[in-house]
């Protein structure tokens, strides 16, 4: 268990949700149901630094967490996110005047925005991440990928721009690691871009579901800035997006780490954040385990979304398997799985035609009108549909 604040070192930490056994890895879907019910769990206990601010899991173990090949969090599969990650790929292109640029993306993942990036400017990539899965140069040699972590041997990359998306949150000790990508970027020259969830739009919508292992962090724009100058980066600009998910930030090297004082701020609306959340979450739950049970009793249900979120969602409302009939996920690497933690198959939305039900909950609002013409085109007007 982590004792201190991995931002700033305080002890003074307070937790507001506690599960004692969760999944340790949400996006990595089992063959078989008994493997999917034999996966390794671990425990959450989200806590709030009361000097920064900062929320993390003091229950996280790093060597329970095992990213591999079979590692699968991919949203292009969905309209929506592929016109999310091409908008702002051309905004970063134009914005940092990436044409002819060197690109250092860590956690590249799949490889897909790295090369979006790469081709919006005739930029060469290098990609970092050991759950790729390609060959190691694509598009004319143009984009190289390593199945690596970023390590500070990878510094002499000479990267003009660094971008990381959606990693920072899965590292245990994000100083660290934003420490050596400081060390590397030595040009101050050198813009970094980095995007994260952001626990404000958890803590405000009450999702309790938002909530995970493979999360260990949960950022807000003045913790993630907070963290950045603590590492030696002056940070040009934080902003919201993707309907108020995520949250990213621009920055460039700066004063070496410890050179200038760097107080938190926001902490108390932080904190006020999080009490409140206490006091809706247990209404919460009760609210969408009563919405399950009487789906379950009329007609059947089916959750859309077998990302993080939904496999949370079933491991908290139905960890016997007894409720969701089946989950839905467009993602065909997820199809013809199982759930961590409660087995549940994976399914795609076809299954709606042959297999019906009488209620989908979809699991992420920001995908809702996209699914709910799906959902119309292959089972008409007489299901019902919820958005949590």
Not at 142 to 171: I, K, N, P
Request: include cysteine; hydrophobic fraction near 40%.
């Amino acid at each position: 268990m982590t004792p201190a604040c991995p931002l700033c070192g305080d002890p003074r930490v307070a937790p507001f949700v506690r599960r004692m056994t969760v999944p340790v890895l949400q996006n990595a879907p089992a063959a078989t149901r008994d493997e999917a019910r034999g996966r390794a769990m671990g425990a959450l206990e989200i806590a709030a630094c009361e000097r920064c601010g900062f929320v993390f899991n003091r229950g996280f173990d790093p060597a329970r967490i095992e990213y591999a090949q079979s590692y699968d969090n991919t949203q292009c599969c969905s309209p929506s996110f592929e016109r999310y990650m091409r908008e702002l790929a051309e905004d970063l292109v134009a914005r940092h005047d990436l044409r002819g640029k060197r690109i250092v993306e860590i956690g590249c993942g799949k490889g897909h925005f790295l090369r979006m990036l790469c081709a919006a400017g005739g930029n060469r990539g290098f990609g970092l991440d050991p759950t790729y899965v390609g060959p190691d140069q694509v598009d004319g040699g143009a984009v190289t990928f390593v199945r690596e972590f970023y390590a500070a041997r990878h510094g002499g990359l000479g990267a003009d721009f660094v971008c990381c998306r959606h990693v920072l949150e899965h590292v245990a000790d994000p100083m660290a690691m934003l420490s050596q990508v400081r060390l590397a970027a030595g040009d101050p020259r050198t813009s970094v871009f980095f995007e994260v969830p952001t626990v404000d739009w958890i803590l405000d919508h009450t999702c309790f579901w938002d909530f995970f292992y493979e999360h260990c962090n949960y950022f807000n724009a003045q913790t993630l800035g907070f963290a950045f100058r603590r590492a030696g980066f002056e940070v040009a600009r934080t902003q919201a997006a993707f309907e108020g998910q995520y949250l990213w930030l621009e920055a460039r090297p700066g004063p070496p780490p410890g050179a200038v004082e760097v107080a938190p701020t926001g902490v108390a609306e932080s904190l006020a954040r999080i009490r409140a959340f206490e006091a809706r979450a247990e209404a919460g739950f009760a609210h969408w385990q009563d919405r399950f049970r009487h789906a379950a009793a009329h007609g059947g249900l089916a959750i859309w979304g077998a990302g993080a979120k939904g496999v949370t969602l079933a491991n908290l409302l139905d960890p016997d398997a007894a409720l969701i009939k089946y989950v839905i996920d467009i993602n065909p690497n997820k199809q013809h799985t199982f759930v961590p933690g409660t087995g549940h198959p994976i399914v795609g939305p076809e299954a709606l035609a042959r297999d019906r039900v009488g209620h989908v909950f979809i699991t992420n609002p920001n995908y809702a009108g996209e699914i709910r013409a799906t959902i119309g085109a292959l089972a008409g007007g007489d299901l019902v549909i919820d958005c949590l």
